[in-house]
C-alpha cells in the first residue's frame, strides 16, 4: 500500500552544491538557497513540449526552493508564482525573481480589480464556495489565479500548464527518461488533458524537517492498486481515519494550452468551447507531502483566523481532518 519516493528526491540535495552557485545557506532544512540554475527546458524543441507549472503559495524558501529545483531537474521551463504572506516578503520574493524561468505576482489591488472582472463569478459550479473564509476563499482565489496563469503561459510559448502546490512533487513514473517533458511528448496530440493520481505521504516520524528528503513512503492512489489490494487492507491504510487519504483523492491534472481553456477547481481544467479528451497515466503521479509537520496544522490554522469553536471550525473549513 505504500511505496517508497524516487531516490532522485533524496539525490538532489547531495547533488545541488555541485551544479549550482550557493547563494546561502538555510536556516532550517540542510538544503542551500540556490542560484546560477543552468537549464534551457524553454528552449524551442519540436521533440519535447515546454511546460509551465503555476502554484498560490504563502511558504518560505525552505519549501518553494527544493520544490523548484526538483521540478525544474524534471523539466519544467517556466513557473508561475502567485505569492502571499511569507512568500511575498522582499526577503524570499527577491530570491525567487532572481531564479531563470521564475514570474512571481504579486496579489495588489490591481490584480484583486482584474480578477474581480473574471468570468469565473458567473461559474455555478464555483458558486458554493463564493464570499466564504479560509480555505473557500483559498479555493476562488486558486481558481482565479488558474485563469490568469493560462494567459501568461500561452504568452510565454508554454506548451501544457499544470497547477501544483508547493508540497507536491511530480513524479514522472512510465516515462523513457525522468522527465516530465519527455511523458508529455509521448501523450497522443488529440489528448487536451492528463491526469496524475496522487499518493500521499505516510509520515512515520514526529521529528520530520524537511520533507521532501526525509519522507520516503506513500500511499498509492486508488487508481493505481488492484481492487483487491485497495479493499482488503482498507483498514490497515486508513488507520481509522474515515477516509483512505487525509485530504483530496482525484489527483491533478495538466492541460494542453489551446483556445477556451478554463480552470475546473484546482485539481482540473476544462474548456468552454469543447468536452476535451481526458486521459489517466497508469504509471506517473503526484507525491502529496500531506502534513508532514505539526507546523503545517498550525501555519493552515493561523492563516485563517477562525475562532476554536466548532461553528467557526465549520465555517473555516472544508475538510474533517482540518476542522479536528
Known amino acids: 500500500m505504500a511505496v517508497p519516493a524516487p531516490s532522485r528526491l533524496q539525490a538532489l540535495h ?22 546560477g540554475w543552468s537549464f534551457h527546458f524553454d528552449a524551442p524543441d519540436t521533440h519535447h513540449p515546454k511546460v509551465c507549472v503555476q502554484t498560490s ?45 521564475v514570474k512571481v505576482v504579486y496579489r495588489t489591488k490591481e490584480l484583486e480589480e482584474q480578477q474581480a472582472r473574471s468570468r469565473i463569478w458567473d461559474e455555478t459550479w464555483l458558486s458554493g464556495f463564493f464570499y466564504k473564509p479560509c480555505n473557500y476563499e483559498l479555493f476562488v482565489k ?28 511530480l513524479y514522472p513514473g512510465g516515462a523513457s527518461e525522468y522527465s516530465i517533458r ?17 499518493y500521499e505521504s505516510s509520515v512515520e516520524r514526529d521529528d520530520i524537517k524537511d520533507p521532501f528528503s526525509e519522507v520516503s513512503m506513500f500511499k498509492k492512489n486508488y487508481d493505481h492498486l488492484p481492487k483487491d489490494t485497495y479493499f ?28 477556451h481553456l478554463r480552470p475546473n477547481g484546482a485539481h482540473r481544467w476544462h474548456n468552454y468551447a469543447k468536452s476535451p479528451n481526458e486521459i489517466k497515466l497508469e504509471e506517473a503521479a503526484v507525491l502529496h507531502y500531506t502534513y508532514t509537520k505539526f507546523s503545517d496544522l498550525t501555519s493552515r490554522r493561523d492563516r485563517c483566523g477562525c475562532k476554536p469553536t466548532k461553528e467557526d471550525v465549520k465555517r473555516c473549513f472544508m475538510l474533517d481532518f482540518d476542522r479536528a
Request: aromatic share 10%.
Open 142 to 169: 486558486q481558481s482565479l489565479n488558474m485563469e490568469m496563469a493560462i494567459v501568461m503561459a500561452r504568452e510565454s510559448g508554454m506548451d501544457w500548464i499544470m497547477h501544483l502546490d508547493t508540497d507536491e512533487l
Open 182 to 198: 519527455r511523458l508529455l511528448a509521448d501523450v497522443p496530440e488529440d489528448v487536451d488533458m492528463v491526469i496524475f493520481p496522487n
Open 57 to 101: 503559495t504563502s511558504a518560505g524558501l525552505d519549501q518553494i526552493l527544493p520544490w523548484l529545483y526538483y521540478h525544474k531537474v524534471v523539466g519544467v521551463a517556466h513557473f508561475l508564482l502567485f505569492v502571499e504572506g511569507k512568500a511575498a516578503k522582499p526577503s524570499v520574493a527577491g530570491v525567487l525573481e532572481s531564479i531563470p524561468g
Open 232 to 259: 482488503g487492507m482498507y483498514k490497515e491504510a486508513t488507520r481509522g481515519n474515515p477516509n483512505y487519504f487525509i485530504t483530496y483523492g482525484n489527483g491533478k491534472s495538466a492541460a494542453r494550452i489551446q483556445d
Open 14 to 35: 547531495s547533488s545541488a552544491a555541485s551544479c549550482v552557485e550557493v547563494l546561502a545557506a538555510s536556516a532550517g532544512p540542510a538544503f542551500p538557497y540556490l542560484r
